[in-house]
């Protein structure tokens, strides 16, 4: 068979199953001239016309585009409302916040040590700015790096002792798992491992667990 004659073959083939001229000649190589006179007989029914309209991918961008905004917008609305709700934290605010911070992500059963973990470095960043509520200066924690084979130790911990403005001093020797982070298949997408934040003092810690005793009990 001419190739001429299986290419129109191929055209026609194609049309019936709702492609585009444009798909088509992409897909054949061939004129648009060439594909008028194949497909003369051959309309997109109206169905067809509202698949490729629907899923055209200029179209599919735009309605994402579209979407993106409108989410945008809801949540710039709702930042500003939480924003004028909130206001700003005194400090007596601060310490009641991040008491359930640490009934939530503390450590409550290492007697004597103050600790706390999470991969969001927001999370850490407040739980210092805590510490420090409670009379703690940041020299005085120590901290311990959750990390993974694929991970390069050097970066990361540069990057969580600027985030934190703290010394690499101040870091212990990480904690590396012998998986990869390139194998996890649920990402939180902070991608900088798990940092542990530590403080040894009996005192703090049983001060902690008996503001949590009164808000569990007696508040």
């Known amino acids: 068979m001419k190739r001429r004659t299986l290419d129109?073959?191929?055209?026609?083939?194609?049309?019936?199953?709702?492609?585009?001229?444009?798909?088509i000649k992409a897909l054949l190589k061939v004129g648009k001239s060439s594909l008028s006179l194949w497909l003369r007989d051959m309309p997109l029914s109206p169905e067809q016309m509202r698949a490729v309209r629907d899923f055209s991918p200029k179209r599919i961008e735009r309605y994402r585009a579209t979407m993106q905004k409108k989410r945008d917008d809801r949540l710039g609305l709702a930042y500003e409302k939480a924003k004028n709700d909130i206001g700003n934290l005194n400090e007596r605010e601060l310490f009641l916040t991040g008491l359930f911070l640490y009934w939530g992500e503390g450590a409550k059963t290492m007697r004597g040590t103050v600790t706390v973990s999470n991969t969001d470095p927001e999370v850490i960043r407040f739980f210092l700015r805590w510490l420090e509520?409670?009379?703690?200066?940041?020299?005085?924690?120590?901290?311990?790096?959750?990390?993974?084979?694929?991970?390069?130790?050097?970066e990361e911990t540069r990057f969580w002792a600027q985030l934190l403005n703290l010394s690499q001093n101040q870091f212990l020797t990480p904690y590396v798992k012998t998986s990869a982070l390139t194998d996890i298949t649920f990402k939180t997408g902070y991608g900088h491992g798990t940092c542990n934040v530590y403080l040894g003092s009996m005192a703090l810690w049983e001060y902690?667990?008996?503001?949590?005793?009164?808000?569990?009990t007696g508040a």
Do not use: C, P
């Open 133 to 154: 509520v409670l009379g703690v200066e940041r020299s005085k924690v120590r901290i311990r790096l959750h990390l993974y084979t694929d991970m390069n130790i050097k």
């Open 8 to 23: 129109k073959e191929r055209a026609r083939k194609m049309r019936a199953q709702g492609k585009t001229y444009s798909e």
């Open 208 to 216: 902690i667990m008996m503001s949590l005793k009164w808000i569990r």
